[in-house]
């Protein structure tokens, strides 16, 4: 029982009974760690998701290389689209902005492939007079 009265006669009493409710101390030291921690999980995060990525997009390129053997020219160009859009949409979800970018500009370079090849050759626009050069008499000399 010694113990007990001694441990309570050396604590100091509050001055006044709001002092038990003032925060205490600022936590820097709790603070910095949980920011250097923070940044670890979000590096960690992006690393895996660039694994992700790439896991995804090597598996498909070995899927369209060995179907490219069995399918029929269309279905080929076809499957080929088909895994640009996949792995723009992979890329954008996983946080992956400069690999879509680059995607998205192979996919304009196929897009616009296959609209020649469809459409073929543009036909020439039809070309218009020129203007008067402004002395009123229309004629151009």
Not at 103 to 110: G, N, P, V
């Amino acid at each position: 029982m010694r113990t007990f009265l001694s441990n309570t006669e050396t604590e100091t009493p509050p001055k006044s009974d709001l002092d038990a409710f003032q925060p205490g101390p600022p936590q820097h030291r709790i603070d910095d760690k949980a920011a250097v921690l923070e940044k670890e999980v979000q590096s960690l995060k992006t690393g895996f998701n660039r694994e992700r990525f790439l896991y995804f997009f090597v598996i498909q390129c070995l899927t369209i290389a060995l179907a490219s053997q069995e399918l029929p020219g269309k279905t080929f160009y076809f499957l080929i689209v088909a895994a640009l859009l996949f792995s723009i949409g992979l890329a954008k979800h996983l946080d992956f902005p400069w690999v879509g970018m680059h995607l998205e500009k192979w996919h304009d370079l196929f897009y616009r492939a296959v609209e020649k090849w469809l459409l073929g050759k543009k036909p020439k626009e039809i070309e218009t007079e020129p203007f008067d050069n402004g002395n009123g008499n229309g004629n151009d000399t």
